[in-house]
């Protein structure tokens, strides 16, 4: 179903959409690293080590927005939708100052990318877990910039609970991105770096201020885009980085 076709029911729809993605993609989760998805040359400077990549999983997690525009419902699919995202702090040696999804390293006393991703957003926003339902994992992604390779789990939100930046060491912010911006082509460009000689270019959204791109910008774009959500956007809109 297109994101032109008017829904009613849009949480129910969207949680079914996601389920329908995750379904899809359960035989490259089944495959393990012959089902890692690959990053395009024209989004990397680096390639990637395999044999000496870490593990790491990051929640993607959607929750319903607690007030939202009754005009904006009508006319979005996932208008009452909103995107869990934290802001690294300045002072971090890796990603400082970018938005990602909450996530990390998969600890050797994490079960599994599940366990680690719930663990590591309890730790940096201090979500309750136990009102996070886990629908599935999509396909570990590289990470070629720091040699990782990242499961992304989804999770639906059926008891929110507060959340904040637990940790300013670790992160400046903790904030929730309507998906219905997420998915307006206003909001969408791509991020042009230039390094070594070299340009390549990376899908990004600026929700008021917050600029999501590399990897977790690669993640949400191909998200979107498999859930048939995204709509038309002008993919000749770049930004230089780093960002003025």
């Known amino acids: 179903m297109s994101h032109d076709t008017q829904r009613t029911g849009a949480a129910v729809d969207a949680r079914a959409d996601l389920l329908g993605v995750i379904e899809r993609h359960r035989p490259l989760v089944e495959?393990?690293?012959?089902?890692?998805s690959r990053v395009p040359a024209s989004w990397m400077f680096e390639g990637m080590d395999h044999a000496a990549a870490r593990r790491a999983a990051v929640l993607v997690l959607f929750g319903r927005l607690d007030d939202i525009d009754a005009a904006a419902r009508a006319t979005i699919v996932p208008a009452d939708l909103d995107l869990l995202f934290v802001e690294r702090a300045a002072t971090l040696r890796q990603h400082a100052g970018q938005i990602a999804f909450?996530?990390?390293?998969?600890d050797a006393t994490d079960a599994s990318p599940v366990a680690a991703a719930l663990r590591e957003a309890e730790e940096e926003t201090g979500l309750d877990s136990d009102g996070v339902e886990v629908l599935g994992e999509l396909p570990a992604a590289e990470l070629p910039v720091t040699n990782f390779v990242v499961t992304p789990v989804i999770g639906w939100w059926d008891r929110p609970s507060e959340v904040f930046a637990v940790d300013p060491g670790e992160s400046a912010s903790v904030f929730r991105a309507p998906v219905a911006d997420l998915v307006d082509p206003a909001n969408r460009f791509r991020v042009e770096i230039s390094r070594d000689g070299r340009t390549h270019h990376s899908p990004a959204f600026d929700i008021d201020g917050h600029v999501i791109w590399g990897f977790t910008g690669i993640v949400l774009a191909r998200l979107l885009d498999d859930l048939g959500w995204s709509r038309p956007w002008d993919e000749a809109k770049m930004r230089p980085y780093p960002f003025n």
């Open 102 to 106: 909450p996530g990390g390293t998969i």
């Open 31 to 36: 495959a393990g690293d012959d089902g890692i």
